[in-house]
Nanobody
């Protein structure tokens, strides 16, 4: 059973930075596709970024170069570096995994992922 544990959320002022981490376990040698999503109360869970096969990164249009997704395969950890944070970035951020998979397309729909972490809250004040 795949388990995902996020950390790194917190409260920052507008323009600040945070780095989210997601430690994955239970992969048993299989390949899983990874992504970050976010959600605010009463709204759907939206994609932030995803990693595809061969290290291809896909970002939501609104990211506009502010965030960077990366992964450390040796330590089974997914990261999201968030810079130039804005109050509208305030949300619960979730790590997601899809698989096992032979190929990762950088999926950006929540329904395409079958494992989720518990979330880490990011609050950006103006």
């Amino acid at each position: 059973q795949v388990q995902l544990v996020e950390s790194g959320g917190g409260s920052v002022q507008s323009g600040g930075s945070l780095r989210l981490s997601c430690v994955a376990s239970g992969y048993s040698g299989s390949t899983y596709c990874m992504g970050w999503f976010r959600q605010t109360p009463g709204k759907e869970r939206d994609a932030v970024a995803a990693i595809g096969s061969r290290g291809r990164m896909t970002y939501a249009a609104w990211v506009k170069g502010r965030f960077t997704i990366s992964q450390d395969n040796a330590n089974n950890t997914l990261y999201l570096q968030m810079n130039s944070l804005k109050p509208e970035d305030t949300a619960m951020y979730y790590c997601a995994a899809r698989g096992p998979a032979d190929y990762c397309s950088g999926a950006m729909l929540a329904r395409q992922y079958n494992y989720w972490g518990q979330g880490t809250q990011v609050t950006v004040s103006s």
